[in-house]
Structure formats: C-alpha cells, structure tokens
T-cell receptor, first 117, second 109 residues
Framework: DGGITQSPKYLFRKEGQNVTLSCEQN?????MYWYRQDPGQGLRLIYY???????QKGDIAEGYSVSREKKESFPLTVTSAQKNPTAFYLC????????????????FGAGTRLSVL | DAKTTQPPSMDCAEGRAANLPCNHS???????VYWYRQIHSQGPQYIIH???NNETNEMASLIITEDRKSSTLILPHATLRDTAVYYC??????????FGAGTILRVKS
C-alpha cells in the first residue's frame, strides 16, 4: 500500500534526552513536512523539505532538527532544547509545491504521540 | 494565523446531509480552499479542494460562493464514522497548511 508511515506510535522522552521520530513515504513525493499538534488546537508547521538535501524552518522550529538524505525519509529530532515537547507530531508529504497556483494536496501519517517522563 | 472562520461545533442526524460552513472573506484570486478532517488521535485526512467552481468527489461536495468569500462542505449522507473535526483551509502558493480550530461535527443516531 502507498502511504506515509510514522514510527513509533508512542514515544517517551527523559529530561535532557534527544529523541528521533521516523517518517517514511512511498508515494514518490518530493515535499515532506512536520507538524505539531497540541490538545484542542490545530497543526503548526515545524520544518518542511521540498527536495532531498534541502529543508526550511517552519513557524516553530526552535528545539527541533531534521535531515533529508533520502527522498522517502524525513526524520525529526526533538532535542533537549525543546522545553515543552509533549504533543502529537504529524508528518505529511505532497508533490513538489511551487508556482502561483497552489493545489498540492498534503497527505498525513498516523502520527507519533510524544510524552515526557 | 488561519484565514478562515468556522463554527466550533455542529450536530447532524445519521443519514442526513451535513452542511459545514466556512468563511474566508480575505481570500485572494489564486488561493484554493481545502477541507480536511481529523478523527480523534489520527492524522488529518484530505477530503476535497476547490478554487472557484463547485467540486464533488466520492466523499463530499464543496460549494464555493460566487464571490469566493465563503464555502460549504456537504457530506450527503452522514454516518457515525463521519464524527470528526473538520478543517477549512485557504492555501496560497506557500508550503504550509494553516489549520484553525475547525468544526467538531457530531453525527448522532
């Protein structure tokens, strides 16, 4: 099946620890995204990547890092600098964005729920 | 900030049409309207999108007013499985989807 796979589904972080969330897609999409969702709120963009070996900060990038070494993979690291990491993290992908007309559809994974011990 | 305004919640009887409104009075000519929904603790699911014409797919219909300042998502025969948060999003050529608080749709038997 084509889609976006996020792992693990649940993750626990200790104080001072870095943790990495996995996101893999087999849709052959160029662009990938990471969002954070807090309870009762909408999604906020952390980082996005339009092409391999390139990525840009979103609205709330502080305390997070990403890499894009392969087209199908876009892992997110939650560093110890992120003081409030407890949230639901969502990965998405789309065909490459660009041009004036925006009609690229983003497809989402099932999410990773991160909690602090 | 989200460019859309939606009612916080709505109820719908099972089997009836669910009509979810969205205001986007500041929309510009090249901005599409997207609808997603999110069932509790799952990732958002794409439903439909449109620019100026009405659109229909296997999930829903999207009606956009002629001035494009508002739209309505129609689920023609709502089922209990359609209970979710529905997000209306106006997207320009940028790379992010700006999600507001959405509308909680409760389908009741």
């Amino acid at each position: 099946d084509g889609g976006i796979t996020q792992s693990p589904k649940y993750l626990f972080r200790k104080e001072g620890q870095n943790v990495t969330l996995s996101c893999e897609q087999n849709l052959n999409h160029d662009a990938m995204y990471w969002y954070r969702q807090d309870p009762g709120q909408g999604l906020r963009l952390i980082y996005y990547s339009q092409i391999v070996n390139d990525f840009q900060k979103g609205d709330i990038a502080e305390g997070y890092s990403v890499s894009r070494e392969k087209k199908e993979s876009f892992p997110l690291t939650v560093t110890s600098a992120q003081k409030n990491p407890t949230a639901f993290y969502l990965c998405a992908s789309s065909d490459r964005t660009g041009g004036v007309v925006a009609k690229n559809i983003q497809y989402f994974g099932a999410g990773t729920r991160l909690s602090v011990l | 900030d989200a460019k859309t305004t939606q009612p916080p919640s709505m109820d719908c009887a099972e089997g009836r049409a669910a009509n979810l409104p969205c205001n986007h009075s500041t929309i510009s000519g090249n901005e599409y309207v997207y609808w997603y929904r999110q069932i509790h603790s799952q990732g958002p699911q794409y439903i439909i999108h449109g620019l100026k014409n009405n659109e229909t797919n296997e999930m829903a219909s999207l009606i956009i007013t002629e001035d494009r300042k508002s739209s309505t998502l129609i689920l023609p025969h709502a089922t209990l499985r359609d209970t979710a948060v529905y997000y209306c999003i106006v997207r320009d050529g940028g790379n992010k989807l700006v999600f507001g608080a959405g509308t909680i749709l409760r389908v009741k038997s």
